[in-house]
């Protein structure tokens, strides 16, 4: 079974740096591409960043460019999100998603996890 | 960057009902375009991709038809379990998603 677990997630201050992570199991990790998407409270979907399978490439949202760093260790089938210079409006539920072909990256996002909660407050 | 407008916002109907969800975007994404279900606290999950296919396990009365920049999911007969938030998302050049359609108990 396909599982994405994120962890991670806390209060953190305006400002302030937080590493999120997501453990995948149960398929071959290093082949499909993995992307953060983020919800807002009774917000939307937004989507933050996205990596290669092979970490290659790398891909951001204009909001959390320059910011946020994406990262994954294959050998631990384990996708990371750096986040620094956290603002309020980050405050969000933030879900790792499967990019679901291991062609492209122009594909869709299944499975997801269940998402970690990031409160940026004072 | 590719903007996706969900319309309507909120949808009251009752279990039976025939329901349809309309996604355009900004520019064509021919048809890399996907459907979610959400429902409140859990993850969103994947109804349909490349426009219209059914994604394995999710009861037929969901189907999506369009391609180019306009995009439909209808709900055939809805059920109590369909009461949720529905998003639509390209993927033909990074991904976004529109901004949701909430579907509530008329």
């Known amino acids: 079974e396909v599982q994405l677990l994120e962890s991670g997630g806390g209060l953190v201050q305006p400002g302030g740096s937080l590493r999120l992570s997501c453990a995948a199991s149960g398929f071959t990790f290093s082949s499909y591409a993995m992307s953060w998407v983020r919800q807002a409270p009774g917000k939307g979907l937004e989507w933050v960043s996205a990596i290669t399978g092979s970490g290659g490439g790398t891909y951001y949202a204009d909001s959390v460019k320059g910011r946020f760093t994406v990262s994954r260790d294959n050998s631990k089938n384990t996708l990371y999100l750096q986040m620094n210079s956290l603002r309020a409006e980050d405050t969000a539920v933030y879900y790792c998603?499967?990019?679901?072909?291991?062609?492209?990256?122009?594909?869709?996002?299944?499975?997801w996890g269940q998402g970690t909660l990031v409160t940026v407050s004072s | 960057d590719i903007q996706m407008t969900q319309s309507p916002s909120t949808l009251s109907a009752s279990v039976g009902d025939r329901v349809t969800i309309t996604c355009r975007a900004s520019?064509?994404?021919?048809?890399?375009l996907a459907w979610y279900q959400q429902k409140p606290g859990k993850a969103p999950k994947l109804l349909i991709y490349?426009?219209?296919t059914l994604e394995s396990g999710v009861p037929s009365r969901f189907s999506g038809s369009g391609s180019g920049t306009e995009f439909t999911l209808t709900i055939s007969s809805l059920q109590p379990d369909d009461f949720a938030t529905y998003y639509c998302q390209q993927y033909n050049s990074y991904w976004t998603f529109g901004q949701g359609t909430k579907v509530e108990i008329k």
């Open positions: 490349k426009a219209s």
């Open positions: 998603a499967n990019v679901a072909s291991t062609v492209t990256t122009s594909s869709w996002f299944d499975p």
């Open positions: 520019q064509s994404v021919s048809s890399r």
